[in-house]
């Protein structure tokens, strides 16, 4: 074992020097070389930039993965340096236990094929959940970890180098300031008059002695002053680097904020054609095209099955972007010729505004009141709506049917 007592016994003498140092700045018995005021503010630029890409990293995860013990795992397994498990999102896992259900109860009863539809449209909300939180976290979370554990870590390392050079400069400073002291005070007119002579060679050779102390100390100070400007120059270097760091971060985050749009896009474009499938399968109740003289509406199912289905949420839909179909089943309708049944005539309130694509289509407006029924033989997407004097198709899914 190399045990060098030298070297051992000169680090315990700069650790020494420098606690005494800092202890003596802490307690106002020492000068401290300040830094200036641009170099300040990249200092707390930078700690400031630690600081909230540590919040924002902490609170991404949580987003992404709220349920506590899977983050602690997924740190885990990171660093142990091995592949994170494959896990169910909670989407797939409701399709799987709808699935289940549909086929215990039936698969071709009107609850089982509901519960087979709602199931796969849940199963591909999962699958597209997976994909968003795959594509976030190597978009977004990783570079900042690679921040927080790459460059941060080395501007930390060579602030705490910049903090010792000053405590070395600082201390050079004051053993300098003590030896010209001493150097001064030596070099005093002695008293030529004394009797005893041996005084006057004795305070000679310490001013000699004092004068060399003084060049040793303003040796150690020039280094100690190179030390510390080249290290300064170093970390602000780095701290300047913040700036790009701050570029990427952007460009990161406008790389998250698309991959949530297209998330939350792909999310609303299946619930949309889910309720119109739904709407499809309440549309059989309503219309009953297999017979023109429906059951009494205090009996009816579709009575029922309207009355407990949730209202669907008021949300603004521009059926440009939406897709809902314009175009009839088999021929075009002319709504003149169109005579409302006898019966089975239904209350309908419009959830949305609706713009007529052609003169067959009745437009919509969002709250209005309308009166619609089924003819036989017509899609199950489409009824006929009455407004007055005006007639024409309107799509079932923006229509919140009443009893």
């Known amino acids: 074992m190399d045990f060098n007592v030298k070297k051992l016994a000169s680090d315990a003498g700069v650790f020494f020097s420098r606690a005494m140092q800092f202890t003596e700045e802490k307690l106002g018995q020492a000068e401290k070389t300040e830094l200036d005021a641009h170099f300040e503010n990249l200092l707390a630029r930078a700690d ?13 995860e949580v987003l992404l993965q709220p349920n506590p013990s899977a983050r602690v795992e997924e740190f885990l397994y ?12 909670n989407g797939e896992l409701l399709a799987q236990y709808m699935t289940e259900a549909a086929n215990d109860f039936g698969p071709g009863t009107p609850y089982g094929k509901t519960l087979i539809k709602v199931g796969e449209t849940q199963r591909r909300l999962g699958a597209a959940e997976r994909d968003f939180i795959h594509s976030a976290s190597i978009n977004f979370l990783t570079p900042l970890r690679n921040f927080l554990e790459g ?8 602030r705490r180098i910049l903090q010792n050079c000053r405590l070395d400069l600082d201390a050079c400073k004051a053993r300098l300031k003590k030896a010209k002291a001493a150097e001064a005070k030596a070099a005093a007119v002695p008293d030529f008059q004394e009797t005893r002579p041996r005084n006057y060679i ?7 002695l004092w004068s060399d102390e003084v060049e040793k ?10 030390e510390f400007d080249r290290q300064a120059e170093v970390t602000r270097l780095l701290l300047e680097g913040i700036s790009s760091t701050h570029v990427n971060h952007l460009r990161c985050l406008h790389e998250f904020v698309e991959s949530q749009t297209n998330y939350y896009a792909q999310c609303y474009q299946y619930m949309l054609d889910l309720q119109k499938q739904l709407g499809r399968f309440s549309g059989t109740f309503v219309g009953n095209t297999e017979s023109s003289s429906p059951p009494p509406a205090a009996t009816s199912p579709p009575a029922v099955g309207a009355a407990t289905l949730p209202a669907v949420p008021t949300i603004p839909v521009v059926p440009t972007i939406v897709g809902v179909p314009n175009t009839v089943a088999e021929s075009v309708l002319n709504p003149n010729e169109v005579k409302p049944p006898a019966s089975g005539t239904r209350k309908a309130r419009v959830l949305y505004d609706y713009e007529a694509a052609d003169s067959s289509e009745l437009a919509l407006l969002a709250d209005e009141m309308i009166t619609v029924y089924s003819l036989p033989g017509m899609d199950p997407d489409w009824l006929i709506g009455e407004r007055g004097n005006q007639k024409g198709k309107v799509p079932v899914t923006y229509l919140e049917l009443l009893s």
Do not use: G
Request: proline share 2%; charged share 35%.
């Open 217 to 226: 100390a303003e040796h150690e100070l020039r280094l100690t002053q190179t």
């Open 202 to 208: 004795l305070s000679a050779s310490a001013s000699a």
């Open 151 to 158: 460059d941060w870590r080395t501007i930390s390392k060579e």
């Open 48 to 60: 400031s930039t630690k600081n909230w890409t540590e919040k924002i990293l902490r609170q991404t």
């Open 78 to 89: 990171e660093k142990l340096d091995r592949k994170v498990p494959s896990r169910v999102t």
